[in-house]
């Protein structure tokens, strides 16, 4: 697998970059958690019906599971042509539908062609199911209006550290070449007339200034730059990295 070569970067941009992601990352963070109390209390407030609406046929099926388990044969103990007996002669309903979700099934919810078999029809499956939907609704939103009721816990960032591991290498900066002119015309002018060599002034050195020192050493430093780069062990680029110096950048964050 192919690695990517090592970017670099100048030491300000890297420190600017850093921290104004750094800060993005705590303020987006911040906005989808007060994002996602909001929708807690608009679901808080919903109406049972419009909730359930929202509940999905898979957790309503794990709802019904839970409360009246499965056959050993599999498939479903509510599903259409399930045995079922109501409620007859001291004998208590099974599965006790109206004791777990509420639900009283008439006639036309179950086949009673059979004198002593019952199956469970289209529609008394489709009352169970919705009936089965309001519980696991009303558990869900019981749930959220306890958090909101208590008020949500938010997570607030007061301080953090960020160590990176990077090289440093300090590079001299080359001034870009100026536009070449436009060649003149060329006009050869006549020799001159031979003359003798001038005399070679003496050589005087000029005082030393201390005051000029920091001058010249800003003007030496200016055309220098540092330049990080990442450093990771796992990528081959690392081993042929020339730098100055490795080492680590730590960053202090405090909210404040």
Known sequence: MTQSPLLEIGLAEFVHKL???????????????ERSIAELAVAAALPLSIFAAQIQEADVDGLLQRLFGNPPAGGSLLAVGARYWPAAAGNPENPPIKDVLGLELGTGDYDTRAPDVHTLTVSGVAKIRSAAKLVAARLEQTSIQAVIGRGPQRLQVSGGKINVKASFA???LTAPAPPAAPAPSVTIPPAPAPQPPPLAPPLVWPPVNPAARPNALA????????VVRPVDERNPATTSLTA?????????LKAV
């Not at 921290?19 to 958690?33: C, D, H, K, R």
């Not at 100055?244 to 202090?252: C, P, R, S, W, Y």
């Open 19 to 33: 921290i104004s992601e750094t800060l993005e990352s705590v303020t987006s963070a911040q906005a989808a958690q």
């Open 170 to 172: 300090i590079q001299e």
């Open 219 to 226: 003007a030496s430093t200016a055309a220098l730059r540092v």
């Open 244 to 252: 100055n110096i490795f080492g680590e950048i730590t960053l202090e």
